[in-house]
């Protein structure tokens, strides 16, 4: 049985505790969160202890895995010292907000001979991971030319609405297109440019932010993240994967299952139901596939080196857009 603590019991770390107990040999037995109201519901759900502190947790709990759902900013911080402490680590995307800060972690990792690995959910979906097969399958030919979006309101709900402050969330480029940025990238390869255009750094509640990637294959990219439509409009994720015998495409608010939508003169609210079996949920499947590689001493499926790879897109993109100038790679 392998025992997890899990840091941060807001949106992310509600999902992971869902997720957790649908898995077998595997059990929470700590959370923590400075909200001793977040802590103790998840705990409740649960059936394991609850902190506020998480020197406290880390004192008293006997556990195998942390796994972190803290602002991104926090990431690091606590990845470093759990990994020195000899537990293994997963962690919410993106892997930090810094290279040096990503590499770090890699190496404490690396030192500490623990398992590490960061959570790029987009591979475990099954619309992202169908397209995935086909491609590799040859179904469309050869990749030339990709488009991805990924929009949403400004996500004002987080803990101290730490997304606002861009030193902290890394903006949508950072928090949000990184998604698209690992996907693309395991599916086709190192991008050698980078161009990017954005809009409202002074104001990231409006943030939008457009990217073009150039592939080493040849291939062209279209990156589109957004933080800067309506407050209720529903979050929209689209792929449109053109190539040279075909084309796949992909629309979230096309191919949702159930979407049930609840209005009030306050509020709109938009709650997206997927009938699939548990089995298929890809937050499940992205843990599960984490600790069959802590288990098995095996490669995680979302490695260190390609969270970085990832982050250092975005970073080469907020660049671009920062200077009006292409950044190669």
């Not at 049985?1 to 992971?16: D, K, N, P, S, Y």
């Not at 020197?55 to 796994?67: F, I, R, T």
């Not at 095996?298 to 390609?306: I, R």
Request: glycine fraction near 6%; aromatic fraction near 8%.
């Amino acid at each position: 049985m392998i025992r997890i603590a899990l840091v941060g019991c807001g949106t992310m770390g509600e999902t992971h505790a869902h997720a957790y107990t649908s898995l077998e040999d595997a059990k929470v037995v700590a959370v923590c969160d400075i909200r001793s109201h977040h802590a103790e519901a998840l705990a409740s759900l649960l059936g394991c202890e609850a902190f506020t502190s998480y020197e406290e947790m880390k004192k008293k709990a006997d556990y195998d895995v942390l796994d972190i759902c803290l602002p991104t900013y926090l990431h690091s911080r606590y990845a470093i010292d759990a990994m020195k402490s000899g537990k293994h680590v997963f962690c919410e995307k993106p892997i930090a907000l810094t290279l040096e800060d990503a590499n770090r972690m890699v190496e404490t990792a690396e030192e500490n001979k623990v398992t590490f690995s960061v959570g790029h959910v987009l591979r475990f979906f099954p619309q992202y991971q169908t397209a995935a097969d086909q491609i590799k399958a040859g179904r469309i030919g050869t990749p030339a030319l990709l488009r991805t979006t990924r929009n949403q309101a400004f996500p004002g709900w987080s803990w101290e609405n730490w997304y606002q402050d861009l030193e902290k969330s890394g903006g949508p480029e950072v928090d949000l297109a990184i998604h698209d940025y690992d996907w693309l990238l395991c599916n086709f390869g190192p991008v050698t440019r980078v161009y990017a255009k954005n809009l409202g750094p002074k104001h990231p509640e409006q943030m939008h932010t457009l990217a073009i990637l150039r592939f080493a294959s040849g291939a062209m990219a279209h990156v589109e993240a957004s933080w800067a439509l309506p407050k209720g409009i529903e979050f929209r994720t689209t792929f449109e994967l053109v190539g040279t015998d075909g084309q796949l495409c992909y629309d979230s608010t096309r191919d949702c299952p159930l979407k049930t939508q609840l209005g009030s003169d306050e509020e709109v609210s938009l709650f997206y139901d997927n009938p699939l079996s548990e089995e298929m949920n890809p937050y499940r499947a992205e843990l599960a596939a984490f600790l069959h590689a802590v288990v098995h001493k095996t490669e995680p499926v979302v490695t260190a080196a390609e969270a970085i790879a990832a982050l250092h897109i975005a970073l080469a993109a907020k660049e671009s857009a920062r200077s009006g100038k292409v950044v190669r790679l």
